[in-house]
């Protein structure tokens, strides 16, 4: 036998380890910078849906009634128009009815 014998260990070493771990952070970075515009895009989007599909419901509303709805648009739920009391925007506030416009809005987001 060589006295010189080189032991070649199995598995990574400290560095590949380290410098794996560093590549895998980076397309992290990388993706998350990338997803977070998407999300806001898509949540902008559902809250343009939900404002026309409630101010449809609010009209109906108002065809069956001759009143338009509540502040807090209440009055759809009570007509059966909605299935919950408050309707959640995507950005965590509830909707609401401007009297003067005769228009749902979002208070988060309003013009």
Known sequence: MNKKQIHHWSGFS????LVS????FAVVGVASSWLVP????AEAKSDI???EKLNSLA??????T?????????RLFAAGLTNTREIE???GDH???????????NPVRKP
């Open 66 to 74: 001759q009143m338009w709805p509540d502040d807090h648009l209440h």
């Open 38 to 41: 998407q999300r806001s895009t």
């Open 49 to 51: 849906n939900n404002i």
């Open 21 to 24: 771990t560093l590549i895998v």
């Open 95 to 105: 909707y609401r009815w401007d009297q003067r416009s005769r228009s749902v809005y």
């Open 14 to 17: 400290l560095i590949e380890f």
């Open 89 to 91: 925007t995507p950005f």
């Open 59 to 64: 009209h109906e509303y108002y065809l069956k």
